[in-house]
């Protein structure tokens, strides 16, 4: 056929014109259809992501944010503080925490991680590099989600705008179920700033109108849409439900029963306790209408007031190891209870706990429990109250126990009068400061040995009234802790005994105080004149001057709206000699 047209030498030519023709025409028609994907999307100028970030959290009742501002995150401060979220800019963030990105988020590890152990909710939103330079050497670009895969309860990275909100949502719901912890976002930067920044940095300008060109600019221009496709997403960001774990009715029938059968009942409240739903109040007349002997650790201090003749603080060892009835509400058989050998053998040993793991800590080592119970701990106390009334405990142990409580008491007494040192006597001024405290007082404990033994000492008088490190035994909560617990309880005044080296790391935090006009006082060494270069007070205290004057001043400087440092010269004690976990 070819050859009768003559075409047999010319048709391969032909065949590669026709085929390129066809590709040709091919690719115009496919860009026809999608050519819309390519043009600039239709974002209002003022909008951003960090727009949707702020509007999600007011949803979820967020009242402050806690952050160093960095460059990645500064239209989330902006949209916050717009929608009446109060910013507080500190180097300690607490609650909903905004950090920028790289060395921002790699020094909230180690908060994380004390929140983990302490089982606190945190929402931690980190900055991040731009979703298109991610491993390509951008400014502060790192693997975020690796480094707090193992302190936090979950980790997400939203890649468009349309997933931030979803994202949070879910975080948060994370963050405060079960057992309750930290949680890490991570929002590059490119979907949190305005369209048109965003895309004057991505696309830039250039003359060249090359094939190669053209394509980049289209693939550039594909990619920023797809970051801000959906970008309406503002409806209302309703909280998702909080799961919260609860024990059979089998199980709190049984240990009734169990408590029936017995003599001496000890138990340990700790922090998981405080924990909603069941308020302070609700669990305290519980634990009254229980009327069993307790000890109240972590946050739980406080929560059966100063003088409750229940509440056993310096005779818990004993009690322990003579009890046939031990319930572990929230405590755990950790170094705290000597991995379980603080416990008696012979009783018999209930152990209530959100996290059935944490429950059974050591079991079979040191320890062996007779009912392990998987659910909040102040609901179960409360049911548990109220299958009990009428129960009567064994007068002459509970005597007993009280009589090596008084004792304990003596000699702390006995430690605050001696007056041999050239410095303070530690005991004595933290007698005279339990003596001074208002009723409204939150005491926040900041180091080691000093605070340790500020804990023997010093009484909250108040439900959630104590915040220490925790477990993790951080140094450096206290300023973070203060700039918290002043936000929350503005009418309280908040106390941070500090030990040195704790003081060393949030000294800077005076300068927050100042500024966010929330008036703390700590006692410390050494620090005086740093903070009244930061603005604040500063008060030295000897053995030379009179010190009870001078924690009566600190109080009125207080008063008067003004944070005060007390640098107080202590001497050297033996009173935790031998305290140290193996």
């Given at each position: 056929m070819l050859e009768r047209f003559g075409l047999e030498e010319t048709w391969p030519g032909m065949k590669t014109a026709a085929t390129t023709l066809a590709t040709i025409i091919g690719a115009a028609l496919i860009y026809r259809k999608i050519r819309h994907y390519f043009k600039k999307a239709d974002v209002p100028e003022d909008f951003h992501g960090?727009?949707?970030?702020?509007?999600?959290?007011?949803?979820?009742?967020?009242?402050?944010?806690?952050?160093?501002?960095?460059?990645?995150?500064?239209?989330?401060?902006?949209?916050?503080?717009?929608?009446?979220?109060?910013?507080?800019?500190?180097?300690?963030?607490?609650?909903?925490?905004?950090?920028?990105?790289?060395?921002?988020?790699t020094n909230c590890v180690t908060a994380a991680k004390n929140a983990q152990l302490a089982e606190s909710p945190v929402l931690i939103i980190g900055g991040a590099a731009a979703t298109i330079l991610k491993g390509r050497g951008a400014l502060q670009d790192i693997d975020q989600m690796t480094l707090f895969s193992s302190v936090c309860k979950f980790t997400g990275s939203a890649s468009t705008v349309q997933e931030i909100a979803p994202l949070l949502q879910k975080a948060i719901q994370i963050s405060m179920s079960e057992?309750?912890?930290?949680?890490?976002?991570?929002?590059?930067?490119?979907?949190?700033?305005?369209?048109?920044?965003?895309?004057?940095?991505?696309?830039?300008?250039?003359?060249?109108?090359?094939?190669?060109?053209t394509l980049r600019e289209w693939y550039l221009q594909l990619h920023l849409n797809n970051l801000y496709s959906d970008w309406k997403m503002l409806e209302p960001f309703a909280p998702l439900p909080v799961f919260v774990p609860r024990h059979k009715k089998s199980q709190v029938l049984k240990a009734a029963r169990l408590l029936r059968e017995?003599?001496?009942?000890?138990?340990?409240?700790?922090?998981?306790?405080?924990?909603?739903?069941?308020?302070?109040?609700?669990?305290?007349?519980?634990?009254?209408?229980?009327?069993?002997?307790?000890?109240?650790?972590?946050?739980?201090?406080?929560?059966?007031?100063?003088?409750?003749?229940?509440?056993?603080?310096?005779?818990?060892?004993?009690?322990?190891?003579?009890?046939?009835?031990?319930?572990?509400?929230?405590?755990?058989?950790?170094?705290?209870?000597?991995?379980?050998?603080?416990?008696?053998?012979?009783?018999?040993?209930?152990?209530?706990?959100?996290?059935?793991?944490?429950a059974s800590l050591n079991a079979g080592i040191y320890w062996k429990p007779s009912m392990v119970i998987r659910g909040d701990v102040a609901c179960f106390l409360v049911e548990f109250s109220s299958l009990s009334a009428g129960y009567s405990y064994d007068i002459k142990w509970y005597t007993t126990i009280l009589e090596v409580e008084e004792k304990r008491c003596s000699e702390i007494t006995e430690a605050s009068m001696d007056d041999t040192s050239e410095y303070l006597n530690p005991i004595q001024l933290l007698t005279e400061l339990d003596k001074q405290l208002p009723a409204n007082s939150v005491i926040i404990g900041d180091g080691g040995d000093f605070v340790a033994t500020a804990s023997y000492v010093l009484q909250p008088s108040a439900p959630l009234s104590w915040l220490d490190p925790g477990p993790f035994g951080t140094l450096g909560v206290g300023g973070g802790f203060a700039i918290g617990a002043k936000l929350a309880r503005p009418e309280a005044m908040i106390w941070v005994i500090y030990g040195d080296g704790a003081c060393g790391y949030s000294i800077m935090e005076y300068d927050t105080f100042i500024r966010h006009d929330l008036p703390v006082i700590s006692v410390r060494t050494d620090y005086h004149t740093v903070a009244k270069g930061l603005g604040a007070e500063g008060l030295l205290l000897t053995k030379e001057n009179d010190w009870r004057n001078v924690l009566s001043k600190a109080v009125k400087i207080h008063r008067d709206g003004t944070s005060t440092l007390i640098n107080a010269l202590i001497s050297r004690s033996d009173f935790r000699q031998g305290s140290i976990s193996l």
């Open positions: 960090g727009t949707i970030v702020a509007h999600c959290l007011k949803q979820h009742d967020v009242h402050y944010m806690f952050t160093l501002i960095g460059g990645h995150i500064s239209p989330i401060i902006v949209a916050a503080e717009k929608m009446g979220i109060r910013v507080v800019d500190t180097r300690n963030e607490v609650g909903v925490a905004v950090v920028t990105a790289g060395p921002g988020v057992i309750p912890g930290p949680v890490f976002v991570e929002l590059p930067v490119d979907i949190l700033y305005q369209y048109p920044v965003v895309a004057s940095q991505l696309l830039g300008t250039t003359n060249n109108k090359s094939v190669m060109s017995s003599k001496r009942p000890f138990i340990i409240i700790g922090s998981q306790a405080m924990l909603p739903p069941v308020s302070s109040t609700i669990l305290q007349a519980a634990l009254r209408d229980l009327n069993i002997p307790v000890s109240l650790g972590g946050m739980a201090r406080g929560l059966l007031g100063k003088d409750s003749a229940l509440q056993f603080r310096h005779s818990r060892k004993f009690a322990l190891k003579s009890a046939d009835l031990i319930i572990l509400a929230g405590a755990v058989c950790d170094f705290r209870l000597s991995y379980g050998r603080s416990l008696s053998s012979k009783a018999t040993i209930i152990s209530v706990n959100r996290d059935e793991a944490k």
